[in-house]
Structures are given as C-alpha cells and as structure tokens.
C-alpha cells in the first residue's frame, strides 16, 4: 500500500533516471562558478584547490540539512538549554559531512569512481524509495492531529496520501525537495565507491576471514570449557560454535498460579529448601490432571507445535519456534529442565518434569550443529566486514591527508560552532559519510521473553 502511495502517479514522483540525470546535471553547475567566495558560503577551501567555488560548501546547503534534522528529531528550539550542546555538536557533524562530501565528489572523479553501472542505480533507487516510503509512514501521526490542519481524514488510502502531502510540505519549510534525498544516497554510493578504491592497494585476502573466524572458534570454545554458564549467557557465542550434544528443546508449560509460586519463591529466599519442595510437590498435584491430558493427547498423535500453541504458558514461545538450545553442563535452565533435556534418547522423545514455573512437557526438538554452510555464511560476513573496515581504514586516511591539503575555513559564527571542536571533528570524523536521512532514523530493538528457565 505504501509502494503504491509512494509512486502514484508519474505526475507526482518523477522517474528515477530522470531524477538521477537533473542530480548529475546540478553537479555539473557546481564546478563551473566563479572563485570569488560569497557572503553565503558556510565552508571554504584556502589549500590549493582547482576550483574552490566547486568546492565550496553554501550555508543553504548547510541549512537545509540541519533543518530537516531538528524536523526528524522534533526540536522546535535548538537553544534550549536541554538540547543546545546536542544541536551545537550536530551542526559541527553536518558541516564536516559536507566539507567530506564535496572532497569525495572530486577524488571520485579523479579516481575514475563517479560513475555508476545499471546495478548501482539500481540499489540506490531501491535506498531512496525505502527511506521515502518509511518517511511517509512516519507522518501519518500528523494527520488528524488536531493542529496538523488537516481536517478529518478517514480511510488507510486517504490518511497515506494526506501524509505524504504533510511530508512534502515539511521537506518545503526545510528548503527541500525529495531530489535533496535522492543526492543523499548518490553521495553515500559514491562514498563507498571511493572507500572501495581506495582499499585496493591493500586488498583483504579470503583466508584472513577463515584465520579470524579460527581465532574466534577457538575463544569460544575456551570460554565454555572455563565456564559453560558464561558460554550461555552471550548469544554471540552461540552463533558461532555449538558444543557437541548441544541440543534444541522444546516444551509445553503450564505454570503454577500466583499463590503457589510466590509461596515457592518465599520458601526459598528464607533457605527453606523442604518447605519450597513440599509447597512445590503440592503446586504439581494440582496441576497433574492438565498436564497428562496434554501428554495423553502426544501420546495419541497430537502435534506438539499446534498444542504449545493451544496450551502452553511460556511467553517465549514465538520468539523462539525451534526450541531452546540446551547445553552439556549448562546452568541457565532449572536443573530438572536441563536433566530432563539430556535424558532424552532420541529426536522426538518427550518427557514431564516439574520446576518452580510450573508443569514442563519436554521434548527433544533436534541436534543443534553448526554446519558446513553456516560456518561458510558466517566466514563470508566476516570476510565482507574486514574488507569494509579496511575500505573505511584507509578513506580515513586519505580523507585526513585531504582535509589538510583543502585546508577548509568555516564561518563559525553563523554556524554557532567552536572553532576548536570543528577542527578536532575534522581528524577524527573524516570517515563521516552520514547524512541528515541517515544520522536521523531510530533506533529499534527488540526482545524476547522467556520462561523456560
């Protein structure tokens, strides 16, 4: 519904070829003005440049860029006190990102890299398209927001399009167009276009990826073999090395209700271990009749994924549709849990046991290995990893050598920056390749909550 929002009508979104063709048109403006630096500029080189108008950053393009970053992150005042040292710190970041930026537009062109094939178009189309799409979404709370001014707007058609006309109208306030977006993502390819390059002349070998992924193995396996309940603690570890007769469980919990287990868990904070038992022995009693009916209904061909879903109380249970991956000598699982988990003989083999949540019924779900192929993806990321961070390693330092050789000056008064902190920002942040779209999406996590332990 979004994609055809976004791209309705080719009177409202122009093709992207011929976005992309107007993009490189401007550029090529750009390098043809005057070297007579203007009342406007906001940086400037004084190193010995070919064209230092070319290269020279306006305070409107500074603006616009700081502007739709106090929009995405809602500061309608960047002199508050709560937000002033923030804002000041992101001004001095999108400068340099410009300065950056119109370095890496000239050394692409000098190193044959400011060109780009079907494929490249390609996936920078499908970026812009996905950050526009995402933006759009973003806006619908403004619709029918009491003071967006949007009147009411009914229907998931209609308040889509109300809020991709809201989103347009704020890129407007910021002096933007989505053509501003779309030069974003250009830049950011060419950047990496260049990183690339530029890390050829130190090129990561493939069998330095299967000597780290070796290293890293090795690590893991030390830190089971001290202690497996570190081992467990850490998903990291998991995904790169699996313990022999490592094993996935699953299981069908049904928990005591409140009074039991607080009486359990009372029991046991004041060491009263025969009394928290017996509380416990009583607890599983009465919920004997439940669990064997589901037994029972195993016991006569009955899925164990569909009953889990129909009865089981453990709130992980979606976060986690393979199972739990149990451990020889682990200790995150209750130790009725973890024994029943290895006395099990076979896949598919099910047994009860009762813990201090309540009623397990615990099957052993499947072998947890690490195969051929998964040691193969995982060398692969590596591989890709290391040659990013040598492309990026070695853009750094080309991007030092050139911020001293362009020797940029900036009007630190209109841009309300300190002097110092700008200059320390432009050797230390000389990888920046972030703009205002990408130093402005959130965050998002998430979590799993489990209770088989």
Same mark, same amino acid.
């Given at each position: 519904? /979004?994609?055809?929002?976004?791209?309705?009508?080719?009177?409202?979104?122009?093709?992207?070829?011929?976005?992309?063709?107007? =993009?490189?048109?401007?550029?090529?403006?750009?390098?043809?003005?005057?070297?007579?630096?203007?009342?406007?500029?906001?940086?400037? +080189?004084?190193?010995?440049?070919?064209?230092?108008?070319?290269?020279?950053?306006?305070?409107?393009?500074?603006?616009? !860029?700081?502007?739709?970053?106090?929009?995405?992150? *809602?500061?309608?005042?960047?002199?508050?006190?709560?937000?002033?040292?923030?804002?000041?710190?992101?001004?001095?970041?999108?400068?340099?990102?410009?300065?950056?930026? $119109?370095?890496?537009?000239?050394?692409?062109?000098?190193?044959?890299?400011?060109?780009?094939?079907?494929?490249?178009?390609?996936?920078?189309?499908?970026?812009?398209?996905?950050?526009?799409?995402?933006?759009?979404?973003?806006?619908?709370?403004?619709?029918?927001?009491?003071?967006?001014?949007?009147?009411?707007?009914?229907?998931?058609? @209609?308040?889509?399009? !109300?809020?991709? $006309?809201?989103?347009?109208?704020?890129?407007?306030?910021?002096?933007?167009?989505?053509?501003? /977006?779309?030069?974003?993502?250009?830049?950011?390819?060419? @950047?990496?276009?260049?990183?690339?390059?530029?890390?050829?002349?130190?090129?990561?070998?493939?069998?330095?990826?299967?000597?780290?992924?070796?290293?890293?193995?090795?690590?893991?396996? *030390?830190?089971?073999?001290?202690?497996?309940?570190?081992?467990?603690?850490?998903?990291?570890?998991?995904?790169?090395?699996? +313990?022999?007769?490592?094993?996935?469980?699953?299981? /069908?919990?049904?928990?005591?209700?409140?009074?039991?287990? @607080?009486?359990?868990? =009372?029991?046991?904070?004041?060491?009263?271990?025969?009394?928290?038992? $017996?509380?416990?022995?009583?607890? &599983?009693?009465?919920?004997? +009749?439940? /669990?064997?009916?589901?037994?029972?209904?195993?016991?006569?061909?009955?899925?164990?994924?569909? &009953?889990?879903?129909?009865?089981?109380?453990?709130?992980?249970?979606?976060?986690?549709?393979?199972?739990?991956?149990?451990?020889?000598?682990?200790?995150?699982?209750?130790?009725?849990?973890?024994?029943?988990?290895?006395?099990?003989?076979?896949?598919?083999?099910?047994?009860?046991?009762?813990?201090?949540?309540?009623?397990?019924?615990?099957?052993? @779900?499947?072998?947890?290995?690490?195969? !051929?192929?998964?040691?193969?993806?995982?060398?692969?990321?590596?591989?890709?990893?290391? *040659?990013?961070?040598?492309?990026?390693?070695?853009?750094?330092?080309?991007?030092?050598?050139?911020?001293?050789?362009?020797?940029?000056?900036?009007?630190?008064?209109?841009?309300?920056?300190?002097?110092?902190?700008?200059?320390?920002?432009?050797?230390?942040?000389?990888?920046?390749?972030?703009?205002?779209?990408?130093?402005?999406? +959130?965050? *998002?996590?998430?979590?799993?909550?489990?209770?088989?332990?």
């Amino acid at each position: 519904m /979004i994609q055809g929002a976004v791209r309705s009508g080719k009177d409202k979104i122009m093709h992207f070829r011929k976005i992309a063709a107007g =993009a490189a048109a401007i550029m090529m403006a750009l390098v043809c003005g005057c070297s007579v630096r203007s009342s406007s500029d906001a940086a400037w +080189p004084t190193g010995k440049v070919s064209d230092k108008k070319a290269l020279t950053v306006s305070y409107d393009a500074f603006s616009k !860029e700081y502007k739709y970053w106090l929009l995405v992150n *809602q500061i309608p005042d960047d002199t508050a006190d709560e937000v002033k040292d923030k804002c000041r710190s992101q001004r001095e970041s999108i400068i340099n990102y410009l300065v950056n930026e $119109k370095i890496v537009l000239e050394q692409a062109k000098n190193y044959g890299v400011d060109q780009f094939t079907d494929e490249e178009l390609d996936s920078i189309e499908s970026d812009y398209n996905s950050y526009i799409e995402s933006s759009i979404e973003s806006f619908r709370s403004y619709v029918n927001a009491g003071e967006s001014g949007t009147g009411e707007v009914s229907g998931d058609a @209609a308040i889509l399009e !109300e809020a991709e $006309k809201i989103f347009d109208e704020k890129l407007t306030e910021c002096g933007m167009t989505r053509d501003d /977006i779309l030069m974003w993502y250009r830049n950011a390819k060419t @950047a990496d276009k260049l990183k690339a390059k530029l890390a050829e002349d130190d090129p990561v070998e493939y069998s330095d990826a299967e000597e780290q992924y070796s290293e890293i193995v090795a690590g893991i396996k *030390q830190v089971y073999e001290n202690s497996p309940a570190d081992y467990e603690q850490d998903l990291y570890y998991k995904y790169y090395w699996l +313990p022999d007769n490592a094993r996935m469980i699953k299981h /069908i919990l049904i928990k005591f209700d409140s009074d039991d287990s @607080a009486e359990i868990t =009372a029991c046991r904070g004041n060491n009263d271990e025969a009394g928290a038992e $017996k509380a416990r022995e009583k607890a &599983l009693e009465n919920l004997r +009749p439940r /669990i064997e009916e589901i037994k029972n209904m195993l016991d006569n061909g009955a899925d164990f994924d569909e &009953l889990a879903k129909e009865y089981s109380e453990d709130t992980g249970l979606s976060s986690n549709p393979d199972g739990y991956l149990v451990v020889p000598n682990g200790e995150t699982y209750y130790k009725e849990f973890q024994q029943a988990a290895y006395e099990l003989q076979n896949v598919g083999d099910y047994i009860l046991v009762g813990t201090d949540l309540g009623w397990h019924v615990v099957m052993y @779900a499947a072998d947890a290995v690490m195969t !051929e192929e998964n040691e193969k993806a995982l060398i692969d990321a590596i591989y890709e990893n290391m *040659q990013s961070n040598a492309a990026t390693s070695a853009y750094n330092t080309a991007m030092q050598g050139w911020r001293t050789e362009y020797a940029y000056d900036f009007d630190y008064a209109k841009l309300d920056i300190n002097e110092s902190d700008t200059a320390e920002a432009a050797s230390t942040t000389a990888s920046t390749t972030a703009s205002a779209a990408e130093s402005s999406v +959130p965050e *998002q996590t998430s979590s799993a909550e489990s209770t088989a332990a």
